[in-house]
């Protein structure tokens, strides 16, 4: 993978650095040759575009009049502006005429003379020179022009135009080579340098996939953003990972302690039948029926602990369907508290119940609403004891709220966060609480299977609060 990686870049880089080597070199040919034509252009507001051009073109200012020849005056005043000097030869070389000429300069040229003049600058005038003629009279007259050697220059350059076109393509492959050992060089280098984070960054996903949650990478550099969302994910991952095992683990005790709540009654069960249905026991009438309830009465709690996972199975998968209808959940309420209070077992709590007005009404299912308000109401005395006071409040708002508030022992912040998990049962659960460890999880999923929310808020030895909210 990480050759791979490197591989892609190294080509990228070759790739562009080719282009922009084959761009470099046809633009530069481009360049020159426009640079070279106008660096020769000397002429100011006329159209001509070389110093050849315009010496060719001088020709029109050339005039003979009775065997006399001179220029034009529009033509001295070119030369003025142009810095330039004109000698006029007749055919034999000799000079016939000129204006603005430097001291030195011959009046006499041989035809050698005139190429090297041509070729080379003279000392004598430092100038560079350009040559036309001009037929004035079937006589043709030569003439000279020339410039500052400051500002117009020329080297004459002779060449062979084949082993010119050999040199060059030897030229262009050995730079082509070089240019692309050096941008495999430094493509290498550059590639690493990017890839090497990229291939950390894909051991880290590699070691979160393989269950390595543990990762703390340091924040900067391109990748910043990248080893950002990776620690954030780590740390979500091992979060969610340690509540995997909390719930595990109650999971296994949930099963543990339910398995054995099963196999209690059922041992009572097994037990009392034997004796009723055993030849060797003579029992009376009033055993007879002490033994049945007994058996009544543990076979009913295994139904309920039954029942108590069949509903929070269908809760969980939100295939229960809400029997609802209109209903005054003020008078649900009260009568889930005075059966409480009927009950021998729970007779002696102190329950005060209170409304806002007699009739709130609301669309729920009543024997769900109803199992909630009990599960709520059983677990603030079993967790308490019958000594605890309990207030019932109903007040309608935007919505139903439905408080629950009692002065008990209170609940661990560290066991707030659970209360609502299913197979959790608190550490402060009385001896005679036999529950399934569903109540407070049934009661949640019943709430928000109305579209409603249940909050709780409790504090160590002042106790707990929940609101019900429809």
């Not at 080597?21 to 100011?44: A, E």
């Not at 000698?87 to 005139?114: A, F, I, R, S, W």
């Not at 050992?181 to 280098?189: C, E, V």
């Not at 996903?205 to 950002?228: A, F, M, P, Q, T």
Request: one cysteine or more; a neutral charge; glycine letters at 6%.
């Amino acid at each position: 993978m990480n050759w791979k990686i490197t591989g892609r870049f190294i080509v990228n880089v070759v790739i562009v650095a080719i282009i922009v080597i084959i761009v470099d070199i046809v633009g530069g040919i481009i360049f020159l040759s426009i640079k070279n034509r106008s660096d020769i252009n000397i002429i100011n507001g006329n159209s001509y575009s070389s110093a050849e051009d315009f010496t060719r073109g001088f020709n029109e200012y050339l005039i003979k009049d009775k065997d006399k020849v001179y220029i034009h005056s529009d033509g001295e005043d070119i030369l003025k502006r142009e810095e330039a000097w004109i000698q006029v030869l007749d055919e034999e070389g000799n000079e016939v005429y000129n204006y603005g000429k430097p001291v030195k300069v011959k009046n006499h040229y041989t035809p050698v003379e005139l190429i090297n003049a041509y070729k080379y600058i003279s000392a004598d005038s430092m100038s560079t020179i350009f040559i036309s003629e001009k037929e004035l009279r079937d006589i043709n007259y030569s003439y000279i022009i020339g410039f500052s050697s400051e500002r117009i220059n020329r080297n004459v350059i002779s060449y062979d135009v084949y082993n010119l076109g050999n040199g060059l393509k030897t030229g262009l492959y050995i730079i082509l080579l070089i240019d692309t050992l050096i941008a495999l060089l430094f493509g290498y280098l550059f590639s690493r340098r990017l890839t090497k984070p990229l291939v950390g960054i894909i051991n880290d996903v590699k070691d979160l996939s393989e269950g390595n949650y543990n990762l703390k990478r340091g924040e900067k550099g391109i990748y910043k953003e990248v080893y950002y969302n990776i620690n954030n994910l780590s740390s979500k991952l091992r979060s969610n990972e340690e509540e995997r095992k909390k719930l595990d683990k109650m999971r296994e005790e949930w099963i543990s302690n339910i398995s054995h709540d099963i196999k209690t009654p059922l041992v009572s069960v097994k037990g009392y039948a034997e004796i009723l249905s055993s030849e060797e026991y003579d029992c009376t009438k009033e055993e007879v029926r002490e033994y049945s309830k007994i058996i009544e009465d543990k076979s009913n709690y295994i139904k309920d602990l039954i029942d108590d996972l069949n509903l929070s199975t269908r809760l969980k998968n939100k295939v229960l369907v809400l029997s609802l209808k209109n209903s005054n959940i003020v008078s649900l309420v009260r009568r889930v508290v005075i059966d409480i209070l009927n009950n021998p077992q729970t007779s002696n709590v102190n329950i005060e119940f209170s409304a806002a007005r007699e009739v709130i009404e609301r669309d729920i299912d009543e024997i769900l609403i109803k199992r909630v308000i009990t599960n709520i109401l059983y677990n603030a005395i079993v967790h308490n004891g019958e000594n605890v006071d309990i207030e019932v409040k109903v007040e309608k708002k935007d919505k139903v709220h439905i408080f629950i508030i009692d002065n008990g022992r209170g609940i661990k912040e560290e066991e707030l966060n659970y209360i609502f998990e299913r197979y959790y049962r608190g550490t402060s659960t009385g001896r005679r609480h036999k529950g399934s460890g569903l109540g407070m999880a049934i009661a949640k999923d019943i709430i928000e299977a109305h579209n409603g929310t249940i909050n709780v808020k409790s504090e160590l030895l002042v106790g707990t609060k929940i609101e019900i909210i429809l």
